[in-house]
Nanobody, 124 residues
Framework: QVQLVESGGGSVQAGGSLRLSCAASGDTFSGYAMGWFRQGPGKEREYVAS????????FYARSVKGRFTISRDNAKNMGYLQMRSLAPDDTAVYYC?????????????????WGQGTQVTVSS
């Protein structure tokens, strides 16, 4: 019912910052919880952050807490992931995901809709 497209990936040096965007279309984004996941080379897809549909509550993986900020602008049907103090271990394809629900979720199976992913590469 909703389509998601990530953008903003690229290459950055360690210690740098990058902001990823997730553009939603096809439905009103304010009804959907949103999450960010990432998958590095040879690794399983892992949880990064999530946010409730109102934006009231946010949650983070231990590995990114304090460095990354998830946010959304429902008036623009947009979600964001601001990444700071990036390190080589953050190198991965980053995906946004959504589900029509009122919570905030940490597992891939809890999300129905997924973007195509955007590559983030952090060099040392």
């Amino acid at each position: 019912q909703v389509q998601l497209v990530e953008s903003g990936g690229g290459s950055v040096q360690a210690g740098g910052s990058l902001r990823l965007s997730c553009a939603a279309s096809g439905d009103t984004f304010s009804g959907y919880a949103m999450g960010w996941f990432r998958q590095g080379p040879g690794k399983e897809r892992e949880y990064v952050a999530s946010i409730t549909r109102s934006g009231e509550d946010t949650f983070y993986a231990r590995s990114v807490k304090g460095r990354f900020t998830i946010s959304r602008d429902n008036a623009k049907n947009m979600g964001y992931l601001q990444m700071r103090s990036l390190a080589p271990d953050d190198t991965a394809v980053y995906y946004c995901a959504a589900v029509f629900a009122s919570g905030a979720y940490r597992e891939p199976y809890e999300y129905r809709y997924w973007g195509q992913g955007t590559q983030v590469t952090v060099s040392s």
